[in-house]
């Protein structure tokens, strides 16, 4: 069985005026939809937007990729590590070059919720899973 991770759990409080939070519940929702327990990728949040301060695409974007590997590493979440570096910093710079680093930005260019959905699988590295997960909770605030 899945252990399922709220934002709520991470201390995020969603709100559709706080870019911070829906950022942070977007990384946590990006962790965890990879192939790795829950409880590895809610630390390797931690480790990143807690103790590192990567709470805005902006400033996710100013980490090398040697950092977020290092992070990664500090925080157990070894088997994707590269990979995911590589992905975090690619999905930052996205969010800051084409929605000015805010997801308000994000859904209100999109007409609906599908079309709000299908511009986050744009994003590489983010699939269905991640998708699933960042709606679960930021839906409500959003739409």
Known sequence: MTEVITAND???????????ALFKWFVASFLMGKRIQAPIAARAYQVLVEEHGCDSAQRL?????????????????????????TRLSALAQKLVDEYDGKFGALCRTSKDRHTFERRLLEFDGVGPKTVEIFMRDAAAVLF
């Not at 991470?10 to 911070?20: M, P, V």
């Not at 980490?63 to 990979?83: M, N, P």
């Open 10 to 20: 991470l201390g995020i409080r969603l709100q559709a005026s706080d870019e911070t």
């Open 61 to 85: 974007a100013q980490f090398s990729h040697r950092q977020l590997v290092s992070i990664l590493g500090k925080a157990h979440y070894v088997r994707y590590d590269e990979t995911t570096a």
